[in-house]
């Protein structure tokens, strides 16, 4: 008698995706023909140029954009709509002014009617683990731009979401603070075990974060390839970029996506 097969189940599945608007006057193909896995617990990035459509594909894992052909899948269920397991993360932070930094995060729990005692704890861990220990209570206009975008990350993370999608989170902000944002997600993403899928313009944050980078073409987008980052899973940011694999990985990506200078 053979074995019985099972089947494998994935965090994020796309089958053969295409996105088309259109309108009386435009007829745009924003994606075509993309397949993609994500794995439990893994870490994808996502680099493309400019209007490739990586955005457009966090949308359609999160439901809030339907595929105009194929199919979407989250842990084995095809998605047809808005999904409420998922953790999002934008280039802004998307704070209230009028909240403190505790009552931002705690937001998330509001509009979920999660318990409160339940809401109240988890919180108290995600300040703890993303170093926003005595700024619970300051407003957002008392926080630095990384300090902010710790509160969205904890906001994002406060229900346990199996999948957490980021949009150039760190984007907006300073070299510096950007290359601290990277080590302390890379942290906190081996502490939760949550799957992350995070689209950026920048080769080395893509490297440094990920076990795998998606590279896309040009719009209508497409996977142009996918390469395996083969760099320790603790990663001291300085060593790392002087790791042989991380040039590696960089230098394979520019010539992939034929860019012309390095990506910051």
Same mark, same amino acid.
């Given at each position: 008698?053979?074995?019985?097969?099972?089947?494998?189940?994935?965090?994020?599945?796309?089958?053969?995706?295409?996105?088309?608007?259109?309108?009386?006057?435009?007829?745009?193909?924003?994606?075509?023909?993309?397949?993609?896995?994500?794995?439990?617990?893994?870490?994808?990035?996502?680099?493309?140029?400019?209007?490739?459509?990586?955005?457009?594909?966090?949308?359609?894992?999160?439901?809030?954009?339907?595929?105009?052909?194929?199919?979407?899948? $989250?842990? =084995?269920?095809?998605?047809?709509? +808005?999904?409420?397991?998922? /953790?999002?993360?934008? !280039? &802004?932070? #998307? *704070?209230?002014?009028?909240?403190?930094?505790?009552?931002?995060?705690?937001?998330?729990?509001?509009?979920?009617?999660?318990?409160?005692?339940?809401?109240?704890?988890?919180?108290?861990?995600?300040?703890?683990?993303?170093? $926003?220990? =005595?700024?619970?209570?300051?407003? +957002?206009?008392?926080?630095? /731009?990384?300090?902010? !975008? &710790?509160? #969205? *990350?904890?906001?994002?993370?406060?229900?346990?979401?199996?999948?957490?999608?980021?949009?150039?989170?760190?984007?907006?902000?300073?070299?510096?603070?950007?290359?601290?944002?990277?080590?302390?997600?890379?942290?906190?993403?081996?502490?939760?075990?949550?799957?992350?899928?995070?689209?950026?313009?920048?080769?080395?944050?893509?490297?440094?974060? #990920?076990?795998?980078?998606?590279?896309?073409?040009?719009?209508?987008?497409?996977?142009?390839?996918?390469?395996?980052?083969?760099?320790?899973?603790?990663?001291?940011?300085?060593?790392?970029?002087?790791?042989?694999?991380?040039?590696?990985?960089?230098?394979?990506?520019?010539?992939?996506?034929?860019?012309?200078?390095?990506?910051?």
């Amino acid at each position: 008698m053979s074995p019985v097969q099972t089947a494998v189940t994935h965090a994020v599945e796309l089958d053969g995706v295409a996105v088309r608007f259109r309108s009386k006057k435009t007829d745009v193909t924003a994606l075509r023909d993309v397949s993609l896995r994500v794995a439990d617990g893994e870490f994808v990035t996502i680099v493309g140029p400019s209007g490739c459509g990586k955005s457009t594909l966090l949308k359609l894992a999160s439901g809030l954009l339907r595929p105009s052909s194929g199919a979407v899948r $989250l842990r =084995g269920d095809t998605v047809t709509g +808005p999904r409420r397991d998922i /953790g999002y993360v934008f !280039q &802004r932070a #998307a *704070l209230l002014d009028w909240r403190t930094a505790r009552r931002n995060i705690l937001l998330q729990a509001e509009m979920r009617h999660m318990p409160s005692a339940d809401a109240e704890k988890r919180t108290d861990e995600l300040i703890a683990m993303t170093g $926003l220990t =005595g700024f619970e209570d300051a407003y +957002p206009h008392e926080l630095s /731009g990384g300090m902010q !975008q &710790r509160v #969205a *990350l904890c906001r994002a993370l406060l229900h346990k979401p199996p999948l957490l999608l980021m949009d150039e989170p760190f984007g907006a902000l300073d070299a510096l603070t950007r290359e601290q944002m990277n080590v302390e997600l890379r942290r906190i993403w081996r502490e939760t075990g949550t799957t992350v899928l995070l689209v950026t313009h920048s080769i080395a944050e893509a490297v440094y974060l #990920a076990d795998r980078v998606v590279m896309m073409t040009a719009r209508p987008g497409t996977v142009a390839g996918v390469i395996d980052v083969d760099l320790p899973a603790e990663r001291d940011y300085v060593r790392t970029m002087a790791d042989p694999e991380f040039a590696r990985a960089t230098r394979h990506i520019r010539e992939h996506l034929g860019a012309t200078s390095a990506s910051d």
